[in-house]
């Protein structure tokens, strides 16, 4: 193993090794959770017209001013109906919300403010009428050629919203990384088997595969190996040599156990790493390949909270760069006082509540069951006395 | 319009109205996202076995003390292989990290702390020793048959390793809610056409389904239908005599417009609803009604503004009920002071940072643009002047 490098160290080297990926078109019906890759603009002004906002009576304010308290209905502008027009001032014209306003008006009386007798909309003594009252002007809004959303922003149900008002049908978004998982050891087993006394069942695929899926980071493909150097070496030379694969994660081997097959196969394969080994806890023997003319290879240790810990400090962001999330970092402070022994970066699971955090590490890097309910992980730098209030890092 | 109620009576008696849905069973594969059902409890102990947690030796600590700083090694414990003896407390045998505990040992000794003579482990010289040093105890994290995930809980990454861990392949999680949206009107139109000057481009159903997709709070079918009482009517019907609808959703309609036929029509099939009309902005029309027989409806104002409003501060929340979700409500305190005017509740867009929300209340309930970068809605009470600090609850 190389000397440990520092944690900031190494997720420098990752992400400068990190380019974005190409940008792929979805149907508007497919492309909540992604990531904008060409800026969504305005087909029209927002409101397109000017749009009525109650159902009422739309008038002159001109002929309001001079004293109007009485107005002959001359029609029903609908929603969706071309646009009335109000011919003379004492005139009035009955609108529904969402109708464009008709031609020379420029107020709305709402329903509930006048009556109706014969034909005529007779306002109730002394309300009040300003001028482009429930009227939402056309471009009040947004401007026609205004960019609404950026390219880089995720996809919620408001971004969606407003892609379906102009028409964006087809959207440009960047494709998603994919990711081949290789897990090895003879010691684990697929989770519907029964295990014997020396057993474990293999949790890795599902925590891997979930926590990408979860955010839409990308697409997993897995496969698991016994701890036989031939069959890992065969199978690395497939993956590396599949450019269907962006990235290639393993979990296992990496020490310096006997059996550890997946280190020295990688350096067999690739060469020397860009690092092996971090000053962290977990996920000490952590290794990166930067693969030019390959995946890149993040080599993550064995242990369940190591591989959660390194997915999230190292692999999330990674996906998250390659996508081209334009997205702030998230932080937030901490609830109480926390000390951090140890000289090793500390990647620690966090709980949220009311906008502060407590940090939860587990007991050992095996502790995967004390990772339920937490929120995700944080990262403490080496010899940290950190004071409640003290803004940190989520990932 | 019957009186505004107030915006906590309407959620009390939407709230009050709501069952449980029943339980199905999905695939680990397929429950990313989905709320336990059924608790999940621990198979075996966790870990199941005294479990090697370093690659080195595992030595008996008795001989240790006595003084023994040679050992012979008499074999490799590899992880996945059946258990080994030690048999005499000079032997040695080398381990791998997740390999069971050789019998009669009770301690590893890293692999960069002793050297390799002619068969013999040799510790460096002044190493410590501890009793149980790098072995992760059976039943430590867990006991057989000890909860680790209660029915209520969302099943994420952290929830599904555990889920593979001790063999849960088929979970039961609770039924998603089934909802249909009917949204009406003349001037919208499909996104994918052009509009005439009067017209717009259809955004509810991007909006409504996105929002519960996001979530994974249910699957939604929607129709669209012209300001037509006829076919509202025959629609209306089929939706709710549909025993495969849970919720009917209805967007505009419900106002005092000529062409609001959405409220009368529900009025006329399914009799008065349990309220129309809350004190609230932006949604203030919101009707609903509990049909014991039928699907419940929810029937929301037109303006997208409205829509997001009231989805996320009463169908969201009522989802989640459905669906049996056990989760702290979430809150977060304000970033700055915030006054409230109105004599109304109000539902109001928020932006998060650093675990402080900051209110962002669009110009008007057609701004849906302005919606765009804000992460969700909070509520605040009527005529509130609201400090720094405040914690508000967030939908």
């Known amino acids: 193993m190389k000397p440990l490098i520092p944690a900031t160290e190494a997720s420098s080297i990752i992400s400068d090794s990190l380019a974005q990926l190409p940008a792929e078109t979805v ?10 890759a060409t800026d969504i603009r305005a087909d029209r002004d927002a409101p397109p017209f000017d749009r009525v906002m109650m159902d009422g009576i739309a008038i002159s304010m001109y002929n309001h001013k001079l004293g109007s308290w009485r107005y002959q209905i001359i029609g029903t502008q609908a929603a969706g ?43 109730h003594e002394g309300i009040e009428v300003a001028d482009f009252q429930h009227i939402h002007k056309q471009g009040s809004d947004g401007k026609a050629g205004d960019t609404l959303i950026k390219a880089g922003s995720k996809l919620g149900a408001n971004e969606l919203a407003i892609a379906a008002s102009v028409g964006a049908t087809e959207l440009e978004v960047y494709r998603l990384p994919r990711i081949h998982l290789i897990t090895t050891g003879d010691e684990v087993i697929p989770p519907s088997e029964t295990p014997t006394d020396y057993q474990i069942r293999r949790s890795h695929p599902s925590a891997i595969t979930s926590l990408i ?27 590396l040599q599949d450019s269907n694969n962006d990235i290639l994660i393993l979990t296992g081997g990496i020490s310096m156990g006997k059996f550890d097959w997946v ?25 990166f390949w930067k693969g030019e003319d390959t995946p890149k290879v993040f080599a993550l240790p064995g242990n369940p909270v190591s591989v959660m810990a390194t997915m999230h400090h190292y692999v999330l962001p990674s996906l998250r760069k390659m996508l081209g999330m334009q997205q702030e970092a998230k932080t937030l402070p901490l609830a109480e006082d926390f000390h951090w022994e140890l000289p090793l970066t500390g990647i620690l699971p966090y709980k949220a509540k009311n906008g502060k955090i407590t940090i939860h590490p587990p007991s ?30 989520l990932s």
């Open 364 to 393: 050992n890097s095996g502790d995967y069951i004390s990772l339920h309910g937490t929120n995700g992980f944080t990262c403490i730098p080496p010899h940290a006395k950190l004071s409640a209030g003290k803004t940190l890092p």
């Open 81 to 123: 109906a071309k646009q009335m027009v109000l011919q003379k001032g004492e005139n009035a014209i009955e609108v529904m919300t969402g109708a464009p306003l008709p031609t020379d008006a420029d107020a709305i009386i709402p329903v509930e403010k006048y009556d109706l007798q014969d034909g005529y909309a007779l306002p």
């Open 263 to 287: 280190a020295p196969l990688l350096k067999k394969l690739l060469g020397e790493p860009e690092f092996h080994g971090v000053a962290q806890r977990p996920g000490k023997p952590f290794a």
């Open 27 to 36: 149907s508007l019906d497919h492309a909540l959770g992604r990531i904008l």
């Open 213 to 239: 899926q979860a955010q839409q980071l990308g697409e997993v493909t897995h496969q698991h190996l016994q701890d036989d150097p031939e069959a890992i070496e065969a199978a690395l030379k497939t993956a």
